[in-house]
């Protein structure tokens, strides 16, 4: 497809476990972004990808949550020991390269911890 | 820091009336861009349209126009003759500093519109 790629689209935990949740940016697209969309709240940053450069971590939560991206690709994120409040919609997006401003969004992977 | 201020959690319309979003931002660098985005029901967010620090020239696409305003940090999105399509969640971002160095985007907590027929 042309978009972005999100999968699962929803993903439903026991709390404590781990998930891994998956982003297919669009081919070419050198910057990758995880943000996440609580209830009522904005979209809070996640973390950064851009090309081979170191990404910017900063935007993670706590260290139960990492993300990698492989090839310059894909991208996953992974929670482990899931808690309740993490319960909301995680969103990627990609960027064709470092001076184009538009963002292009997948639909996102809503996970629900219970 | 920077900050996006969307005042207004829910606004809900009659088809065809004219419709004014607000959004105000905080950042102390003077070079910034600002954004819209559109959440459909579906999810994925669509840009709408972006805008740097140094135009304040008001836009308009369609039925879609945007006041830009620095004196007063503002960056307020107008739909005129609102349709049912129109609704969705929207967002508006701010990404501040020059060149791609500053990458991360600040979001609203967003605004959501229903256009009701």
């Known amino acids: 497809g042309a978009g972005v790629s999100q999968s699962p689209s929803n993903k439903v935990t026991e709390k404590g476990k781990d998930v891994e949740l998956r982003c297919d940016p669009i081919?070419?697209?050198?910057?990758l972004y995880w943000y996440r969309q609580s209830l009522g709240q904005g979209l809070e940053f996640l973390i950064y990808?851009?090309?081979?450069?170191?990404?910017?971590k900063s935007g993670l939560p706590s260290d139960r949550f990492s993300a990698e991206r492989t090839g310059g690709s894909v991208s996953t994120l992974t929670i482990q020991r899931t808690q309740q409040e993490d319960s909301a919609v995680y969103l990627c997006?990609?960027?064709?390269?470092?001076?184009?401003?538009?963002?292009?969004f997948g639909s996102g992977t809503q996970l629900s911890v219970l | 820091a920077q900050k996006v201020t969307q005042a207004q959690t829910e606004i809900s319309v009659v088809e065809k009336e004219d419709v004014t979003l607000d959004c105000v931002y905080e950042?102390?660098?003077?070079?910034?861009?600002l954004f819209w985005y559109k959440q459909p029901p579906s999810g994925e967010l669509v840009f709408l349209i972006r805008?740097?620090?140094?135009?304040?020239q008001n836009e308009i696409s369609g039925r879609y126009s945007w006041n830009f305003q620095k004196s007063t940090s503002s960056f307020n999105f107008t739909i005129t003759a609102s349709q049912v399509v129109d609704s969705a969640v929207y967002f508006c971002?701010?990404?501040?500093?020059?060149?791609?160095?500053?990458?991360?985007?600040?979001f609203g907590k967003g605004t959501l519109l229903t256009v009701n027929p």
């Open positions: 997006a990609s960027r064709p390269g470092l001076w184009d401003e538009k963002l292009f």
């Open positions: 950042t102390r660098d003077t070079t910034y861009y």
């Open positions: 805008r740097n620090s140094f135009d304040e």
């Open positions: 081919s070419g697209h050198t910057a």
């Open positions: 990808f851009q090309g081979n450069s170191a990404p910017d």
């Open positions: 971002a701010l990404r501040a500093g020059r060149g791609g160095s500053n990458y991360k985007l600040t």
